[in-house]
């Protein structure tokens, strides 16, 4: 998948057999439970206390975002993003649509915090793999784990990003798509071309043809990649190296 710096967002985690988001008015502090203490009279909350409760405050509405997404995120990668109401989402989060709308001002709102929030985290981890001086194979490698590392991580992410990429990038919004796609592939590009350059890899290759190759193969595999199988993330990346690595290395004069 390509990626780029994007805006960020709560983190996106893989989304089957999420539990649902307990209702705002349910959430202990608020509501008419959270009534004035007993014995005459509420006390005023000095600036320590405002400040933890704001923080409190705050920390609680990011979880709750959080878990909105990560629902979203599986009925999107399930049904399809278009396909999904909000409706079907607020319910699957024990939420009224209204009580949704508190959170996010949109379903267009959750899948963006969902690909922005999962593109970044993928992209640093990139960059900080091409920063690190090696071998251009071990760079390539590197990369290799990276990604298949994040499919068993956000496989619902993957997923949403794979079905919908293509209709998203038509909406004004997710221009951030592109962008990303364009810096991963300067990135994966740069580390072919040095191991063509240094004699790691075959002479003949096309860097972008490669690179489209890795990519895809790499990507499609999360519709059939089982994280609890039979092979660990891993494990896959590995048995995927031996297969690229026999075909793209250059071959002993």
Known sequence: MDTSSTRGGAASRTADGAGAVQPPDAVAGTGSAAAAPAGGG???????????????????????????????????????????????????????????????????????????????????????????PARPTDTIAALVRSAFAAIARHRAAVTVFQNERGYLATLPRF???????????????????AGIAAGELRADLDPKLTHRFLRDAIWVSVHWYRPDGRLAPDELAEHFLATVFDGIRARPA
Do not use: N
């Open 42 to 132: 509420a006390r005023a909350a000095g600036p320590g206390r405002a400040g933890r409760s704001g923080r409190a405050a705050a920390a609680g509405e990011s979880e709750r975002r959080a878990a909105i997404v990560e629902i979203a995120a599986g009925l999107f990668a399930q049904r399809g993003y278009r396909a999904t109401t909000v409706r079907e989402i607020a319910d699957a989060a024990g939420l009224l649509s209204g009580s949704l709308y508190h959170h996010f001002d949109s379903k267009e709102s959750i899948i963006d915090e969902l690909l922005s929030s999962f593109l970044t985290e993928l992209q640093a981890e990139y960059a900080a793999i091409a920063a690190v």
């Open 175 to 193: 221009g951030y798509l592109r962008t990303s796609e364009e810096a991963s592939q300067r990135l994966w590009l740069d580390a072919l071309r």
